[in-house]
């Protein structure tokens, strides 16, 4: 591991020396990392109507009138920063400890992750494996309850799945030899799940590259038939401009220059990539042209690039002068 | 260049923004269709980009209410949901009068990217018999009567890669002609803009168009002007105006070091 500069340790010392420092000081003196919220109730009852797939019709009511077998829930919104006070003083709001500990391992993880400015460190380290591991988690249990069951278990067990976790779902009812086409339907995937989980096991792995030559196959296909026909048609469609432009019958100096510069930039860029004849001569001038539209292309991309990513780090530090530290005054 | 990001945030300074051509374009879109039309508004981007895309997400989301279109949300990309729940709340405290399921929805994320797109622009059943909830299509209001994305007057599509826009214009804009709208990042604008006017009715560049749509919006409605929420890419054009006048200088300062060096025969 490269050990950071000695400039740059002292810089970040003084740094995090300043910042310790300005968390003290908000501490003793605001609400720095705390959130409050407010409570709203919400009331259902049941109603003696049906919808059209057999279910009770619940309605809204008033929590205060809700009764043993109505259905309650609370939900909290966090106070804005301008009402927090009033709030407080009027014993509307009530301190959240679980979002506080959850603000205060946010702001704890962004200085993880800028920590790397420094160098590495366990700290990036840890927080990098966190998210890592809590993304992986969560597109997993996703994948499970927005796919898995909803897509797959409900077209092979409807009935099943709707009496166990959704409710909603209203399968259409099929006999004899639409039965069984639907469930073959379901049953192939299913079986290429379990081929693809193969590469799990011990031994046997090759089991799963059937299901993923299938997937890259099907893939490609589809993919191509999307770009040749946005991508490459319509674009040749669209490249194809009339050079003298009028508006209102008048010649539009600014438009024709602009399909003229369109017609160039793409006639010189494609030339730059035409390897079949040597790069000299008008051929030669014509693929330089070309690099200079790419050039501009590319130096749009980055400042582009430049801006987002200077969005980005506006919005963590948003996040820790604003929402943790109480910093930026409230408008 | 921290100092130059933080000391605007701090101090919160800001810059008017001036309405572009290319924001205008995407903002008449959305202006200009009648009360009341079906939007799809596809998230198609999560957590990592979300300092550079929920600012205009937001803003199409409050432009949508404030028109009283019937918005049907979804995402492509399995961390896209939070993003989405984000717009629901947005919907919730500051348009109460908007009713679940009558103004607005939301649909799970469904894997597969494009091949989601192909099949829902033939049937939405296929792909969502249920909403987010777990409500049948066929017992809210908004979605009762929809069959496919072609009975959606727009598509918005917010983006931070792929699947994103590129695959909605593959695989809705063009196949059905169906007026699409994009809001991405600045890595991907460059690669969206050819697909000017005839795919795409505009498109959305980075955190910059989103400031341009915010005072777009505001100038339509003040009462969203108002709003400290609905100027976020607004306050984050301060930063960004300090932080790339730093880096000019540094790169005009570089340069002419290396041409002085260059001059005296160090380099």
């Given amino acids: ?331 | 260049m921290l100092l130059s990001v933080a000391i605007p945030i701090l101090m919160k300074v800001s810059f008017p923004e001036e309405v572009s051509p290319q924001t205008r374009m995407v903002f008449d879109v959305i202006e200009n269709l009648p009360d009341g039309s079906n939007v799809l508004l596809s998230y198609d981007f999560d957590p990592a980009s979300e300092g550079e895309l929920l600012p205009m997400a937001q803003a199409f989301t409050r432009h949508c209410c404030a028109k009283g279109h019937k918005q049907y949300y979804m995402t492509l990309w399995p961390l896209g949901s939070p993003m989405v729940d984000k717009s629901l709340d947005t919907i919730r405290s500051e348009y109460p009068d908007m009713i679940y399921g009558e103004d607005f929805v939301k649909f799970d994320y469904k894997a597969g990217g494009e091949v989601v797109i192909r099949v829902i622009g033939t049937d939405l059943r296929a792909m969502f018999p249920l909403d987010s909830s777990g409500v049948s299509l066929d017992e809210l209001p908004m979605t009762k009567n929809i069959k496919n994305l072609q009975d959606m007057d727009v598509i918005v599509n917010v983006s931070a890669g792929d699947p994103g826009t590129k695959q909605w214009v593959q695989f809705a804009s063009t196949p059905y002609s169906l007026t699409t709208v994009s809001g991405c990042t600045g890595v991907q604008a460059p690669q969206m803009y050819p697909y000017i006017p005839e795919q795409l009715a505009g498109v959305l560049g980075a955190i910059k168009a989103a400031a341009e749509y915010e005072q777009a919006i505001a100038e339509k409605y003040p009462e969203i002007a108002s709003n400290p929420s609905a100027q976020e890419a607004k306050r984050r054009m301060g930063p960004q105006l300090i932080a790339h006048s730093l880096m000019v200088g540094l790169i005009l300062l570089g340069n002419w070091i290396f041409f002085v060096s260059r001059k005296r025969g160090e380099a």
């Fill in chain 1, 1 to 331: 591991m490269e050990k950071p500069q000695g400039s740059n340790t002292l810089i970040w010392s003084i740094v995090f020396i300043v910042g310790a420092i300005m968390l003290l000081i908000s501490l003793s003196t605001s609400r720095t990392g705390q959130v409050w919220v407010t409570p709203t109730h919400h009331a259902f009852t049941v109603t003696s109507e049906t919808n059209s797939n057999g279910g009770a019709v619940w309605k809204s009511i008033d929590p205060s009138t809700a009764t043993n077998g109505d259905i309650t829930w609370t939900t909290y919104a966090a106070v804005p920063e301008v009402e927090l006070e009033d709030k407080i003083t009027s014993n509307e709001a009530s301190l959240s400890w679980p979002r506080t500990i959850g603000l205060w391992l946010a702001a704890m993880f962004t200085l993880f992750i800028l920590s790397f400015l420094v160098g590495d460190n366990p700290a990036y380290k840890f927080a990098e494996a966190m998210v890592v591991g809590t993304s992986a988690g969560y597109v997993m249990v996703i994948g499970i309850w927005d796919v898995f069951v909803p897509d797959l278990l409900a077209n092979l067990f409807p009935e099943t799945i709707k009496g166990w976790v959704l409710p909603g779902l209203s399968p259409e009812p099929l006999e004899g030899l639409g039965y069984a086409l639907h469930l073959v339907q379901y049953i192939i995937p299913a079986i290429l799940i379990v081929m693809l989980l193969w590469n799990l096991m011990p031994s046997g792995g090759w089991i799963s590259r059937w299901p993923i030559a299938l997937f890259i196959g099907v893939t490609a296909g589809f993919r191509m038939i999307g770009a040749i026909e946005a991508d490459l048609l319509a674009q040749i469609r669209a490249g194809i401009v009339p050079l003298w432009q009028t508006t209102d019958g008048v010649f539009d100096f600014w438009l024709s220059f602009k399909y003229f510069t369109i017609t160039i930039a793409t006639l010189s860029a494609m030339v730059y990539f035409f390897f079949s004849i040597e790069h000299k001569g008008f051929i030669g001038k014509t693929a330089k042209v070309g690099i200079w539209f790419m050039m501009i292309t590319f130096g749009a991309s980055f400042g582009y690039t430049v801006m987002g990513r200077i969005a980005l780090l506006a919005a963590r530090l948003e996040f820790l002068f604003g929402e943790w530290l109480h910093f930026i005054p409230a408008s």
